[in-house]
């Protein structure tokens, strides 16, 4: 088999045991985003060259990370040192950080090899990667849809077999719903469980960087690599890190899952429903008991998500004025006239839109109304979790209300946008751990179930998600892309 | 017209608090460096840069607060303050706004002769912001440099009640916060170098009245002398204002160096919405009690506790004691000196006097000079010993300020050493009375000047260094013979 359909775990196994060496991992995997990237367009950047030398340098390593040879992508929010990092937007376009983010450095020292940074909606914004300043992504399922967002091009170069896996953020289900579009793994951890340091930020408290990949025993090697307190990020958690992998094939017998009624509303489609039911039928027939509960705030969580979310937004990217990086028109008159010229033509329609919202919901008068009235629900839905938590170890929910859409269908109905995101915000908001694993096809479209935990408890849900996948093969199936 | 208002005026001090690295990261703090050389991605702005609070800065803080009679909070948090300026890298401030580290206080002050207690309302931590560097004026300027170095410099901005009455009231508040800091040991509170500004609200009203009139924010305060002018200068304005009918704005105002006056910056109206909300990025800080007796059991003596001590001890003068302990430095050399030198009145009167007004033409610190204790009380043994007069050690201490050279040396070096040998001193006025029959038949007459002409022209004769007691006794003695 091609080195590049491999999973991160088959990968580890070959180049340990001589079968594959480090460049030829790569070079397949080159020769795959060649061959396939010019219709996915998942990749901003390749970093082919210092990819193949970095290759070329793990081979006559004896003694390498656990990740020796393997290659990744990471989304373009994540700071790579020498590598251009430009959040898909323009203000950043020839962004080169002279730092990598904790993530990215951790990788790097666990032997993997980068192999580009991945296209996503501008600074994060968006459920479609159709927002990306440069070019939209495109769903490898079906190319006249979208693949989902933000992390679009990080969920569909994962489902096309052009990476392995990669990581990417999750402020309100921006790795889960492009899991989900296109059917692959998308795990986003507890808030605080791994370093947001050196990942340009949306909303600092929302923001966890987690990971995209083909099955969810990759997605726990690659937890156990990513995960921990760092002291360059205060609200990183200082807890001890359990091996996931650990997880991997325990029973599930006696697990109690519960089933919140309010992630089942008439806006998620019947198909839908019925995938997430059969799923759970076969939960029951592993040895889970479920019960329905209920999350009554959840149906405030988008409101409230849209207002805290854009508020942090706006004063988070208040810093890309041109001044240091970016772009700067020095032909300004004033200063004023500076600052408006290098936003204006730095940061795209929605970023904007947002920042707007922000500032207006953040200001002295709207305070109150808005951005404390959101803190209440906010908590009010936290507590909502605590109290089925009590009861329950996992929650079970569609993790996106529909499949894929079509490129441009959603583009001016904001409303619908949004939507996108009404199954993955609450949690969130909540600062929970959830991954969404593939659980079916509609119309030949991949869907995804999420699976909830509690604070810290990834561990349950790899253990759950794990059995699942064991019992089903819609993680194996692939997307034809016509490929001769 | 004047003396039927009343100035109405509360600081808000900005001093740098002096840890070595910055509040949110770990870039020097040192003063002077090349622009742009102690700036990180963090203080710079870049994406994905997070900050972590430098707890020596809150241990500053707590131990400020103590020092100012504060109520340390158990819980304070940080707040974004959003505004655009290319000096603020990540365009919004970290500051504290509603949960401030530091809660009331006061500084007891002496206004001529009158003890005056000022409220301190609050002081908070934040981040000090970069400098933008202009050629000329920033007006008239091209081009705008932007120096980061100070981004990030933790800063405490501590506010005081209302409660200043006088630009003189308020400069020696500062004066007096100052020694509280620098006793703390907390800051270097060097106004000429920013690591103490000062901004003033300023309003007056009719004497008697309890309600406050509209107040003013005078900015760019960079010296006492600048606060009590500006302060003066604006008091003024608003009466004149109020007295012509017109009716005063809110505003902020700048106080304009070279023309000696305040203008208008901008009014309440025209005011930002700095949109102050929690930091996300930074978790609330609990100071336990625990943390609190720990900065305080390390608290070296303040100014009142040194100033008690000189006056207990030494009996000195509470003026005289409160000049010395104006500085920490100040109070050290005093001390060392007394170690040398046993009175006490006569050490202060030098450091006060003399040493002082070398030290502020120069415009350095004490610690900062070629005068050593040792060196100074080296100079008042050599008065004590009849080898130069109080006059010559004037000299002698302007060469030592200048050279850093012992009196002993100067002495000799330049032959300044006192006449006191009789038989030299004798054969002098021997000599100066035989010349000058005239002047000592008028001595003999009862002229009493004419005994000041004999002793001037000895000391034209030595040149100024015949010692003058003994030139005195001599005279009278070889005059009674005549």
């Known amino acids: ?484 | 017209m004047y003396s039927k208002y009343e100035t109405v005026i509360g600081l808000e001090v900005h001093v740098e608090l002096k840890t070595k690295t910055k509040i949110f990261c770990a870039c020097s703090t040192e003063f002077g460096a090349e622009p742009n050389t102690q700036v990180c991605p963090i203080c710079a702005g870049f994406p994905g840069m997070l900050p972590v609070l430098n707890k020596q800065a809150v241990d500053y803080a707590i131990k400020a607060g103590l020092a100012l009679n504060s109520t340390i909070a158990d819980y304070c948090k940080f707040d974004r303050k959003n505004y655009f300026y290319p000096d603020l890298p990540k365009a919004y401030q970290i500051s504290q706004y509603d949960y401030p580290i530091c809660l009331g206080g006061h500084l007891d002050v002496e206004v001529d002769g009158r003890k005056r207690r000022i409220g301190i309302t609050r002081a908070h931590l934040e981040e000090d912001a970069g400098k933008l560097i202009h050629q000329g004026s920033i007006t008239t300027s091209p081009f705008s440099l932007v120096d980061l170095n100070r981004a990030g410099v933790p800063l405490l901005e501590i506010v005081s009640e209302p409660d200043i009455r006088s630009a003189e009231e308020a400069r020696i508040y500062l004066e007096k916060l100052r020694s509280v800091l620098l006793f703390a040991g907390v800051s270097d509170c060097k106004m000429q170098e920013g690591s103490l500004r000062c901004d003033a609200n300023i309003s007056m009203r009719l004497l008697g009245a309890t309600e406050f009139g509209t107040r003013v924010e005078i900015k760019n305060l960079n010296s006492f002398r600048a606060l009590e002018r500006a302060i003066d200068y604006e008091a003024k304005r608003q009466v004149d204002a109020l007295e012509n009918g017109e009716k005063l704005v809110q505003e902020t105002r700048t106080w304009d160096e070279e023309k000696q006056m305040t203008k208008s910056m901008r009014t309440k109206e025209e005011a930002e919405d700095y949109r102050y909300f929690p930091d996300p990025d930074l978790p609330p800080v609990r100071v336990a009690a625990e943390w609190i007796e720990k900065v305080k059991s390390a608290m070296p003596e303040l100014p009142e506790e040194a100033n008690q001590r000189l006056v207990n001890t030494y009996g000195l003068s509470e003026y005289d004691a409160s000049v010395l302990t104006l500085t920490p430095e100040h109070l050290r050399f005093f001390d060392k000196c007394i170690n040398l030198y046993s009175e006490p009145k006569v050490v202060a009167n030098w450091i006060m006097g003399d040493l002082n007004r070398l030290l502020n033409n120069a415009n350095i610190e004490i610690n900062e000079s070629k005068v050593s204790p040792e060196s100074l009380t080296d100079l008042l043994l050599l008065i004590d010993q009849g080898v130069i007069s109080g006059k010559m050690a004037k000299d002698v201490l302007e060469e030592m300020f200048d050279t850093g050279h012992n009196p002993e040396a100067i002495v000799k070096e330049k032959g300044m050493a006192q006449i006191s040998d009789e038989e030299t001193l004798l054969a002098l006025i021997d000599e100066i009375v035989v010349n000058n029959s005239k002047v000592v038949e008028d001595y003999k007459e009862g002229k009493k000047k004419a005994l000041g002409f004999f002793v001037g022209q000895v000391m034209k004769t030595t040149k100024g260094q015949a010692n003058p007691a003994i030139v005195n006794k001599l005279l009278l003695d070889r005059l009674g013979r005549e």
């Open chain 1, 1 to 484: 088999m091609s080195a590049y359909k491999l999973t991160v775990n088959q990968l580890i196994n070959k180049v340990n045991n001589k079968q594959l060496s480090p460049s030829e991992i790569v070079e397949s995997i080159l020769g795959r985003i060649e061959k396939v990237d010019g219709r996915i367009r998942a990749f901003i950047t390749l970093t082919g060259d210092s990819a193949r030398n970095q290759a070329k340098q793990a081979g006559n390593q004896t003694e390498a990370g656990v990740l020796k040879g393997i290659p990744y992508a990471l989304k373009d929010n994540i700071c790579t040192n020498a590598v251009r990092t430009t959040c898909a937007s323009k203000m950043l376009e020839d962004f080169i950080p002279n730092y990598d983010a904790r993530v990215a450095k951790k990788l790097k020292n666990a032997g993997g090899i980068l192999i580009g940074k991945l296209n996503m909606d501008e600074l994060a914004m968006g459920t479609s990667t159709e927002l990306s300043a440069f070019f939209p992504t495109y769903n490898p399922w079906d190319l006249t849809r979208v693949p989902g967002g933000s992390s679009g091009g990080a969920a569909a170069a994962v489902a096309a077999d052009e990476i392995p896996f990669a990581l990417a953020t999750d402020t309100g289900g921006s790795i889960r719903q492009p899991a989900s579009y296109c059917g692959v793994v998308g795990l986003k951890p507890t808030y605080g469980r791994v370093s947001r340091w050196g990942v340009a930020a949306l909303a600092s408290s929302l923001d966890q960087v987690g990971v995209l990949a083909k099955n969810v025993e990759d997605a726990a090697i690659i937890m156990n690599i990513i995960a921990g307190q760092d002291s360059l990020d205060s609200t990183s958690a200082d807890l001890p890190v359990p091996d996931y992998t650990s997880y991997l094939g325990t029973d599930i017998k006696g697990m109690k899952i519960g089933v919140p009624r309010q992630f089942f509303q008439k806006n998620v489609a019947s198909e839908v429903k019925a995938k997430i039911d059969q799923a759970l039928k076969k939960y029951e027939e592993l040895g889970a008991i479920i019960e329905e509960v209920s999350l009554p705030h959840s149906e405030h969580a988008l409101a409230a998500y849209y207002t805290i979310a854009s508020a942090e937004a706006s004063t988070n990217l208040a810093r890309l004025d041109g001044m240091r990086y970016g772009i700067n028109d020095l032909t300004a008159e004033n200063i004023e006239d500076m600052y408006t010229n290098n936003r204006g033509l730095g940061l795209g329609p929605e970023v904007k839109r947002r920042t707007l919202f922000g500032t207006f919901i953040l200001g002295s008068c709207n305070y109150e109304t808005y951005y404390l009235q959101a803190l209440k629900i906010r908590r009010l839905i936290q507590q909502d979790f605590e109290q089925v938590f009590q009861n329950f170890d996992l929650i079970i929910s569609p993790t996106t209300p529909t499949t894929a859409f079509k490129i441009g269908s959603q583009v001016h109905e904001l409303l619908d946008l949004y939507s996108n995101d009404m199954l993955t915000v609450p949690i969130n908001m909540a600062g929970l751990p959830a991954i969404s694993i593939p659980c079916g096809f509609i119309k030949g479209l991949p869907i995804g179930m999420q699976i909830i935990g509690k604070p810290f408890a990834e561990g349950s849900i790899i253990q759950a998600a794990y059995a699942f996948e064991q019992n089903t093969d819609y993680h194996t199936q692939k997307p034809v892309l016509g490929v001769k």
